[in-house]
């Protein structure tokens, strides 16, 4: 079945980058995305990637695909104690009736 | 901002009592979820609809119920609540998308804790 893996917790400094880990199992999965959870509230979604793209960039957030080694990684330059947060994989397959498939979320930990 | 809603945000409940969580979404999506997220965080689905009418079950088992009437309203029903019922509940829908991105947006979510 499908399985999405990410470590569990990550602690940086202000200023630092971050980079968030995801590995998928899934090879039909079509789009692969990131979204973040801050306290007490849903999930939103950050950014997302098609299967076809290496990689993509939005401002402080840059995705990395390796489809070869079902590997996503979140880079999160210059890290403010704001991005403190539970960021969660997810992949969906080429259906719009397809549901998403989370990782279990990797919380990220800013201190000044 | 996402214009879905949850209510109550809190609720406290004894074991065995009737209760319903209700979702409601302004931005017209036909699809919605209900997730349960573990104190670990990790994220269950547990109910989903297509549209009014349709409902399927998630890949965590559950002892709720759903009902999908309208377009806009999702609410999730335990019909005799327990402690093992206590987590959060997280609401979501999406629309209906050519390109197949699955853009969620989720409610804020209603922490149940059964005595």
């Known amino acids: 079945g499908e399985d999405v893996e990410q470590s569990l917790f990550l602690s940086v400094r202000e200023g630092d980058s971050s980079v968030i880990n995801c590995t998928y199992t899934?090879?039909?999965?079509?789009?692969l995305y990131w979204y973040k959870q801050e306290p007490g509230a849903g999930l939103q979604l950050l950014t997302y990637?098609?299967?076809?793209?290496d990689m993509k960039q939005d401002q402080r957030l840059t995705v990395l695909l390796n489809k070869k080694d079902k590997h996503l990684s979140l880079r999160i330059a210059d890290t403010q104690t704001g991005d403190s947060a539970i960021y969660f994989c997810?992949?969906?397959?080429?259906?719009?009736?397809?549901?998403?498939?989370f990782g279990k979320g990797t919380m990220l930990l800013v201190s000044p | 901002e996402a214009d879905i809603y949850q209510t109550p945000r809190y609720l406290v409940i004894g074991t065995g009592k009737k209760i319903t969580l209700e979702c409601s979404q302004t931005?017209?999506?036909?699809?919605m979820y209900w997730y349960q997220q573990d104190p670990g965080m990790e994220l269950h689905l547990i109910h989903y609809?297509?549209?009014?009418?349709?409902?399927e079950k998630g890949d965590l088992s559950s002892e709720s119920t759903v009902s999908r009437i309208r377009t806009e309203h999702f609410p999730l029903t335990l019909e005799s609540a327990r402690p093992s019922h206590t987590s959060q509940y997280l609401c979501?829908?999406?629309?209906?998308?050519?390109?197949?991105?699955?853009?969620?947006?989720f409610g804020p979510g209603t922490r149940l804790t059964v005595l």
């Open positions: 979501a829908s999406s629309e209906f998308s050519s390109a197949y991105v699955d853009e969620q947006f």
């Open positions: 899934d090879s039909s999965s079509t789009y």
């Open positions: 990637i098609f299967s076809n793209m």
């Open positions: 997810a992949e969906s397959r080429n259906s719009g009736y397809s549901t998403l498939t």
């Open positions: 931005m017209g999506h036909d699809k």
């Open positions: 609809s297509y549209g009014v009418n349709s409902t």
